[in-house]
């Protein structure tokens, strides 16, 4: 038998994670995607479902989206002024720290509240 010297015991059980703990994994995913994005638009490349865009002076600006939804990431800014790419993916890199920090969590559980409310509607018309 191919496992003859192993020693095997019962896998452990793996609890879910908490709401909060799934919507930051799921923020920190998307903004991984993003970082993969600009990768590639630096390629060449014109991906879709990207979070920045091109001010007509060539600098992008990036909006933090979970959902579709831009995060406020002070009092009324809900977009970073980048000079470049390079500072696009910069300030991935800090929003990514800042959703481990949990600095989203109060945005990210009202969001998810919002689009659960509509899907109640959507279901009890």
Do not use: N
């Not at 192993?6 to 970082?35: F, G, N, Y």
């Not at 790419?85 to 919002?114: C, Y």
């Amino acid at each position: 038998m191919a496992l003859e010297g192993l020693k095997l015991v019962q896998a452990p059980k793996r609890s879910s994670p908490d709401p909060v703990t799934q919507r930051r994994l799921r923020l920190v995913m998307q903004v991984e995607k993003q970082v993969t994005l600009v990768e590639s638009h630096k390629q060449g490349r014109k991906p879709r479902g990207r979070w920045w865009s091109m001010e007509p002076d060539g600098k992008p600006i990036l909006a933090i989206k979970y959902g579709k939804v831009p995060l406020e990431l002070a009092k009324g800014k809900h977009a970073i002024a980048c000079d470049d790419m390079d500072d696009v993916i910069d300030a991935l890199h800090k929003a990514k720290a800042a959703t481990i920090d949990g600095a989203f969590d109060a945005q990210l559980t009202t969001i998810s509240a919002e689009v659960r409310s509509r899907f109640k509607k959507g279901a009890a018309s």
